[in-house]
């Protein structure tokens, strides 16, 4: 079956701009994570959604970032008013939800700030 | 959040087992020990998890102490498409975020 696809696969913006990525999960995951990854550094948990619960923000590193999701679909990750130390790729998984599952990542969506 | 700790690096030539180490000593109960990779360019992809008994897939091997507090993936032979981005990872369950460090990274020699 489809894996999670994201989108844009590259997005290119200037500064103070605001921009929108998308993430499709595998159908009938529950769960849904976003994560940031730096060049050369490991990954960073942005926010996290299960279900119909409360999502998880901890992550997020400002106010300037956002993301919601529509039931146990679609999400979108909103950053305003960008900065280039947000020029990251952007990856988004989705599993079941529990500690034993997997998670599956999309191929990410890498974002240049200029 | 029970962190882990791995190597910066490793080598290995090709054709050959590698294992890579994992120090988890602060691991709860029920911690999942996952182990996911990343390939250049690409997103993390799952390799092996386990609890407390060691497992076998069509990928690895994963060996746990018998006190938890380490573990090893083994790959029986490595080819140079195994060069990656190892990540050890524990999953609390809490929330199943997965908190990744800088892993470690797999060079295969031809």
């Known amino acids: 079956g489809a894996g999670v696809s994201q989108s844009p696969s590259n997005k290119v913006t200037e500064k103070g701009k605001d921009v929108e990525l998308r993430c499709d999960p595998i159908?009938?995951?529950?769960?849904l994570y976003w994560y940031r990854q730096r060049l050369g550094q490991g990954l960073e948990f942005l926010i996290y959604?299960?279900?119909?619960?409360?999502?998880?923000k901890s992550g997020l590193p400002s106010d300037r970032f956002s993301a919601e999701r529509t039931g146990e679909s679609v999400s979108t990750l909103t950053i305003q008013r960008t900065q280039q130390e947000d020029s990251a790729v952007y990856l988004c998984?989705?599993?079941?939800?529990?500690?034993?599952?997997?998670?599956?990542f999309g191929p990410g969506t890498r974002l240049t700030v200029l | 959040d029970a962190k882990t700790t791995q190597p910066n690096s490793m080598e290995s030539n090709e054709e050959e087992p590698v294992h890579l180490p994992c120090n988890h000593s602060?691991?709860?109960?029920?911690?999942?020990i996952h182990w996911y990779r990343q390939l250049p360019s690409q997103g993390p992809e799952y390799v092996i998890h386990?609890?407390?008994s060691n497992v076998n897939n069509r990928m690895a091997s994963l060996a746990i102490a018998e006190d938890r507090k380490s573990s090893t993936l083994i790959l029986h032979r490595a080819t140079l498409r195994d060069a990656a981005v190892y990540y050890c990872?524990?999953?609390?369950?809490?929330?199943?975020?997965?908190?990744f460090g800088k892993g470690i990274t797999l060079s295969v020699r031809p």
């Open positions: 602060t691991i709860s109960g029920t911690d999942y």
């Open positions: 386990g609890l407390t």
């Open positions: 998984a989705s599993s079941f939800g529990r500690s034993s599952d997997t998670q599956y």
């Open positions: 959604f299960q279900g119909n619960s409360a999502p998880d």
């Open positions: 159908s009938g995951h529950t769960a």
């Open positions: 990872i524990l999953n609390t369950g809490a929330n199943s975020k997965l908190t």
